[in-house]
């Protein structure tokens, strides 16, 4: 059984940092695509970055150059580093998992969220101005 935990959301000010973590467990496969989604309220929920079993990594224009996604542990860890956060970065945060590596050859924007078979429960970044 596949499980996704996230943790490290929390409040900050603009121009500050946060590091997310993901741990994943269960997931045996040789191939496999990472994601880190956010949600806000009222708005749907949309994949800013990815990074796949290779270590490719890809983001969405929003966060280029001020998020960064990580793995340690093989795909058992998944981080995320943000720096210089804006109150529009306000969110639920969610990491997903997905068997293959496929997955992430699409840019972060364009990746349906059925595209991947596991979530966590996801954790709240509050950015305030």
């Not at 946060?18 to 806000?40: F, N």
């Not at 929003?62 to 720096?83: C, D, E, H, P, Y």
Request: contains cysteine; negative net charge; hydrophobic residues 30%.
């Amino acid at each position: 059984q596949v499980q996704v935990a996230e943790s490290g959301g929390g409040s900050v000010e603009a121009g500050g940092s946060l590091r997310l973590s993901c741990e994943v467990s269960g997931l045996d496969y040789p191939t496999y695509c990472m994601a880190w989604y956010r949600q806000a309220p009222g708005k749907e929920r949309e994949g800013f970055a990815t990074i796949d079993s290779d270590g490719r990594t890809n983001y969405d224009d929003s966060v280029k150059g001020r998020f960064t996604i990580s793995q340690s542990n093989g795909k058992n860890s998944v981080a995320l580093q943000m720096n210089n956060l804006k109150p529009d970065d306000t969110a639920m945060y969610y990491c997903a998992a997905g068997d293959s590596r496929t997955i992430c050859n699409y840019s972060p924007h364009e990746i349906v969220t059925w595209a991947f078979g596991y979530w966590g429960q996801g954790t709240q970044v509050t950015v305030s101005s």
